[in-house]
């Protein structure tokens, strides 16, 4: 693409999607797993980035003739590879092999110059300050115990270096012995501190999250008769007729009303009336099928959705907790209450109407009816032809 002002929105979107892609995790993580793998994903392209950086200027700056330079650039050539390898790994979700793989490699490098690089058994320790490398991506990827094990093999090591390589003896090695001790403990301390925030932002991920859930149902759920509400109803009504619809099926809808609640209220008191409503929601909680839905209208109204139900069917669920209503006893204060009965409207997508407005405008007008017909009966809906007639 040749450069021109216009082309540059469309090479920083460019830019950015290849930024997003390269640190993105693989799928379907939980939120604690998914933000150490973006972490040691970034971890990993950094390091890519500075030892490709490395190798190019060691080739175009320096003669490569020596066995020296070329040990170095196989060395970086080989770290890169690795790299790469463990970068795919993380990609495809195996974080635990893939931080070890890179931990490794950077635990590598260092002491292979040291058997190596004949100027390191001359003296020269500068490279094996690059020890300091695999201690700080340890504190940061792997646990505690994992990173003290680590930087106590390393200084292990450090320890016995001069009894084998008389040489290092004649520099300051105590000091670069404390340097390297000072990073460790630096690393294993920041890596505890590290592990702990991390806990407790799980913790509080968690605990916002369940808050999250019970929120979500409190907000479609009744408060007394633990049923979904209204605002529940009507959107789920409306979805289920658009899925029927597509499938070519029907849905039954039952309006019921508790009869004579304001007596009960008026007789026994208002908190009596509720233990009423709270009988009669476990009384359809227990008569539905898992695929049914159950909602409290409002006041004493209630709704039952039958997704795939007939007609019919759904008459005769009507018609069962007509009966089964009668059977309950309902008492308060240990005073039994007069026996509850029903007027329970039915009606059905699509004879009695295409929308979630038009069926319960018409099931409303059934259960009425019922009410009107003297209470404690089921009555159906007429279809929409009857009811313009």
């Known amino acids: 693409m040749p450069f021109s002002p216009s082309n540059i929105p469309h090479r920083k979107q460019l830019l950015a999607r290849t930024v997003r892609w390269l640190g993105k995790p693989a799928e379907g993580m939980p939120e604690p797993e998914r933000r150490r793998n973006h972490v040691l994903a970034w971890m990993q392209i950094t390091l890519i980035l500075l030892i490709g950086l490395a190798l190019v200027l060691n080739l175009l700056f320096i003669n490569g003739n020596t066995p020296r330079d070329r040990l170095y650039n196989f060395l970086m050539a080989g770290l890169l590879v690795g790299l790469l390898a463990a970068f795919g790994l ?29 100027t390191v058994l001359q003296g020269d320790f500068v490279p094996l300050t690059y020890l300091v490398l695999p201690v700080i991506l340890a504190s940061i990827l792997l646990s505690v115990g994992v990173t003290i094990i680590l930087a106590g093999l390393q200084f292990g090591l450090l320890i016995f270096l001069p009894y084998f390589i008389p040489a290092i003896a004649s520099i300051n090695w105590v000091s670069f012995m404390i340097f390297i001790f000072f990073v460790s403990i630096l690393g294993a301390v920041s890596n505890f501190i590290h592990r702990q925030d991390l806990q407790q932002i799980d913790e509080a991920t968690g ?7 019970q929120l979500r149902e409190l907000s ?99 018609e069962r907790l007509c009966l089964n209503v009668k059977k309950l006893n309902v008492s308060y204060n240990e005073l039994l209450l007069e026996p509850i009965t029903l007027s329970l409207g039915v009606a059905a997508f699509p004879e009695h109407g295409s929308t979630y407005m038009s069926l319960l405008s018409a099931v409303d007008a059934a259960m009425y009816h019922a009410k009107n017909e003297g209470r404690d009966r089921v009555v159906v809906a007429r279809d929409e032809k009857q009811r313009n007639d």
Not at 96 to 113: H, N
């Open 90 to 118: 993380n990609r495809r979700g195996r974080y635990r092999a893939s931080s070890y793989m890179t931990v490794f490699l950077a635990f590598l490098g260092p002491w292979s110059s040291l058997l190596g690089d004949s």
């Open 207 to 213: 605990l916002l999250q369940e808050s999250e859930a």
């Open 220 to 318: 479609v759920r009744d408060a007394l008769t633990g049923l979904f509400n209204r605002r529940y109803l009507e959107e789920t009504l409306e979805r289920e007729i658009h899925r029927v619809e597509r499938k070519g099926l029907s849905l039954g809808i039952i309006m019921l009303d508790l009869d004579h609640f304001k007596r009960i209220n008026d007789t026994y008191g208002h908190p009596a009336g509720d233990v009423a409503l709270q009988a009669l929601g476990s009384l359809l909680k227990a008569n539905i099928r898992v695929s049914d839905i159950a909602c409290r209208y409002g006041g004493e109204e209630f709704v039952l959705i039958l997704p795939e139900a007939s007609l019919e069917v759904t008459r005769q669920r009507a």
